[in-house]
């Protein structure tokens, strides 16, 4: 886990704005890569990615360097989406999910050799009906790649507790693929 | 059982490896899932689709974060920041009210050090800079005009009860402290004094033209005395619980700088006092004098209103004049930082002027 130049920290600390650019920027595709598949949607996760990074750069002071600056940030972007996600629930149920057009998926940057993108959309609404912390989890250890030690260190859990939730989690999209198989409407979209 | 009312997976993984395989927990699963532990459980097949699961998910697209986010963030932490100061400089508080003054100075504000901070903002002074001067110049010239407007220059209106402003020999029979040695001598001179009389007549009034003159070069002070230590005591909690004056009139702003305090040349009231009102037993009342800073246009209007709002919580108010400027400067909040943006009929210079707060019978 590398830590940030002191210099660079303390001068972002301070609120120098080239030292923030210096200390965030290579952190920023994976702070909304975090938050497009935690909510789904591009233009929401652009406005909940800004949010993260705004409380990010607020709460850089508290940093105090014990943990990679990679982790705490994740840290802090997990929270603000788990944050968003159960505003959202509390305020207007469940939201459709999100689906992106069929013949955008395809051409995709990023999708790998052999996943279809009919898979790819089942795949999305299972995501979107988990539990936050089921998603969270799953989110940080397969989009994100952190392995078990730095996920409990993001989420605040022991290990032998990510280990579990994690693999909850997994079956818990086990059972809503097979729950959207059954049903056999691939492009429904699901009431609040 | 799952939330959904369907069966545990782990369930009906575990079911599945059959019944040579014996309890098998949910680590082993996952690593089974994972890859770490496929010779176990890579056979079943509610494992093997889940394993598939994890290969699509992590076949997802990883967006690149869209152009100018780190930016926009960046201007919306920094601004929230830059509230978040100006707030703070705008609040800051006496730390003393007893003798010798003594406080800690607060954090000092530099302009130069806010405007490096953004880039933005020097663009913002200079076209600020430029509203100033024309603002300036309108205003010089609409004195000129009032000067010379018969109906804008009358003697200051006395209320019944009145005394006449600033003349020094009253001043001095009036309060012994501050008395004037001459007439028109600067560095002590009261303009006039703002005390409720014996007979309940209307209190008499500075003259608030000559105070706000005054109050523009830095050369003013305001004396507030009350005779007991309950009766100042009251008067200064009245004055921070609320420190606004109406229609942001003033504002009692922060302490005062030593340096500051001592240019006002105060007199020592070290001294023990005796007070009896005849009946009671006699009071021993341990002077003490406490220094604020009052933040407000360099107005008549303002400053009658700061009189009226030290008087209204029981303080007697006198103006004094000092010899050279105190060296003082109002602490600027959001509001002073955006006088631009307000209509051209608000714009006025802001000012700090010392407060000085005695328990003196």
């Given at each position: 886990?590398?830590?940030?130049?002191?210099?660079i920290l303390r001068?972002?600390?301070?609120?120098?704005?080239?030292a923030?650019?210096?200390?965030?920027?290579?952190?920023?595709?994976?702070?909304?890569?975090?938050?497009?598949?935690?909510?789904g949607?591009?233009?929401e996760?652009?406005e909940l990615?800004?949010?993260?990074?705004?409380?990010?750069i607020?709460?850089?002071p508290t940093?105090?360097?014990?943990a990679?600056l990679?982790?705490?940030?994740?840290?802090?972007?997990?929270?603000?989406?788990l944050?968003?996600?159960?505003?959202?629930?509390?305020?207007s149920?469940?939201?459709?999910?999100?689906?992106?057009?069929?013949?955008?998926?395809a051409?995709?940057?990023?999708?790998?050799?052999?996943?279809?993108?009919?898979?790819?959309?089942?795949l999305e609404?299972?995501?979107?009906g988990?539990?936050p912390?089921?998603?969270?989890?799953?989110?940080?250890?397969?989009?994100?790649e952190?392995?078990?030690?730095?996920?409990?260190?993001?989420?605040d859990l022991?290990?032998?507790?990510?280990?579990?939730?994690?693999?909850?989690?997994?079956?818990?999209?086990r059972?809503?693929?097979?729950?959207?198989?059954?049903?056999?409407?691939?492009?429904?979209?699901?009431?609040? | 059982?799952?939330?959904?009312?369907?069966?545990?997976?782990a369930?009906?993984a575990g079911?599945?490896?059959?019944?040579?395989?014996?309890?098998?927990?949910?680590a082993?699963?996952?690593?089974?899932?994972?890859?770490?532990?496929a010779?176990?459980v890579?056979?079943?097949?509610?494992?093997?689709?889940?394993r598939?699961?994890?290969a699509?998910l992590?076949?997802?697209?990883?967006?690149?974060?869209p152009?100018?986010?780190l930016?926009?963030?960046?201007?919306?932490?920094?601004?929230?920041i830059?509230?978040?100061?100006?707030?703070?400089?705008?609040?800051?508080t006496p730390?003393?009210?007893?003798?010798?003054?003594?406080?800690?100075l607060?954090?000092?504000?530099?302009l130069?050090?806010?405007?490096r901070?953004?880039?933005q903002?020097?663009?913002?002074?200079?076209?600020?800079v430029?509203?100033?001067?024309?603002g300036?110049?309108?205003?010089?010239a609409?004195?000129?005009?009032l000067?010379?407007?018969?109906?804008?220059?009358?003697?200051i209106?006395?209320?019944h009860?009145a005394?006449?402003a600033?003349?020094a020999?009253?001043?001095a029979?009036?309060?012994?402290?501050?008395?004037?040695?001459t007439?028109?001598?600067?560095g002590?001179?009261?303009?006039?004094?703002s005390?409720?009389?014996?007979?309940?007549?209307?209190p008499?009034?500075?003259?608030?033209f000559?105070?706000?003159?005054?109050?523009?070069?830095?050369?003013?002070y305001?004396?507030?005395?009350?005779?007991?230590s309950?009766?100042?005591?009251?008067?200064?909690?009245a004055?921070?619980d609320?420190?606004?004056?109406?229609?942001?009139?003033?504002?009692i702003?922060?302490?005062?700088p030593?340096?500051?305090?001592?240019?006002?040349?105060?007199?020592?009231?070290?001294?023990?006092?005796?007070?009896?009102?005849?009946?009671?037993?006699?009071?021993?009342?341990?002077?003490?004098?406490?220094?604020w800073?009052a933040k407000?246009?360099?107005?008549?209007?303002?400053?009658?209103?700061?009189?009226?709002?030290?008087?209204d919580?029981?303080?007697?108010?006198?103006?004094?004049?000092?010899?050279?400027?105190?060296?003082?400067?109002?602490?600027?909040?959001?509001?002073?930082?955006?006088?631009?943006?307000?209509?051209?009929?608000?714009?006025?210079r802001?000012?700090?002027?010392?407060?000085?707060?005695e328990?003196?019978?």
């Amino acid at each position: 886990m590398s830590r940030p130049d002191p210099d660079i920290l303390r001068r972002a600390q301070a609120g120098d704005r080239d030292a923030l650019d210096v200390l965030l920027r290579p952190e920023l595709d994976r702070v909304f890569a975090t938050c497009r598949r935690m909510v789904g949607g591009r233009q929401e996760a652009e406005e909940l990615a800004q949010d993260a990074l705004v409380k990010v750069i607020r709460g850089l002071p508290t940093y105090d360097g014990r943990a990679s600056l990679s982790t705490w940030m994740t840290r802090v972007t997990i929270n603000a989406c788990l944050s968003w996600m159960r505003s959202r629930a509390r305020h207007s149920g469940r939201r459709p999910i999100s689906l992106e057009q069929p013949d955008t998926l395809a051409g995709e940057p990023g999708v790998a050799p052999g996943v279809q993108p009919d898979e790819k959309a089942r795949l999305e609404r299972a995501l979107d009906g988990l539990k936050p912390e089921h998603r969270a989890i799953l989110v940080l250890r397969d989009v994100r790649e952190l392995d078990y030690e730095a996920i409990g260190a993001a989420l605040d859990l022991p290990i032998g507790t990510v280990k579990s939730r994690l693999f909850r989690a997994r079956a818990a999209l086990r059972v809503a693929l097979e729950e959207d198989e059954r049903a056999g409407k691939p492009e429904r979209v699901e009431d609040a | 059982m799952t939330t959904n009312g369907h069966p545990e997976p782990a369930d009906r993984a575990g079911r599945e490896l059959g019944p040579h395989s014996g309890p098998i927990t949910e680590a082993e699963l996952l690593a089974g899932i994972e890859g770490d532990a496929a010779d176990r459980v890579g056979s079943n097949a509610r494992v093997a689709a889940m394993r598939a699961d994890r290969a699509v998910l992590r076949g997802l697209a990883r967006d690149a974060a869209p152009d100018g986010l780190l930016e926009a963030a960046l201007d919306e932490a920094l601004g929230e920041i830059d509230g978040d100061t100006l707030r703070k400089l705008g609040e800051g508080t006496p730390t003393s009210d007893r003798l010798p003054v003594s406080r800690v100075l607060p954090e000092r504000f530099s302009l130069v050090t806010w405007l490096r901070a953004h880039p933005q903002r020097v663009a913002l002074a200079a076209a600020a800079v430029v509203v100033l001067a024309v603002g300036t110049m309108a205003g010089l010239a609409v004195r000129g005009w009032l000067r010379a407007s018969p109906v804008s220059s009358p003697p200051i209106a006395m209320e019944h009860g009145a005394r006449p402003a600033a003349p020094a020999e009253s001043a001095a029979a009036q309060d012994p402290v501050h008395a004037a040695p001459t007439s028109n001598q600067p560095g002590e001179a009261v303009i006039a004094e703002s005390t409720p009389t014996d007979t309940g007549e209307a209190p008499g009034q500075p003259d608030f033209f000559a105070g706000a003159k005054l109050l523009a070069e830095g050369r003013l002070y305001v004396l507030a005395r009350g005779g007991s230590s309950a009766k100042v005591g009251a008067a200064l909690k009245a004055l921070t619980d609320q420190r606004i004056g109406p229609d942001h009139s003033w504002e009692i702003a922060m302490g005062m700088p030593g340096s500051a305090l001592a240019s006002l040349d105060l007199p020592e009231i070290r001294q023990p006092v005796f007070a009896s009102d005849d009946t009671e037993a006699v009071e021993v009342i341990l002077p003490r004098r406490s220094a604020w800073t009052a933040k407000l246009s360099a107005t008549p209007t303002a400053l009658a209103a700061l009189v009226d709002g030290l008087r209204d919580a029981g303080l007697e108010v006198t103006l004094h004049e000092v010899a050279k400027p105190v060296a003082i400067e109002p602490r600027l909040d959001a509001d002073d930082v955006l006088w631009w943006s307000r209509p051209p009929s608000t714009w006025k210079r802001t000012v700090a002027a010392p407060v000085v707060v005695e328990t003196l019978p």
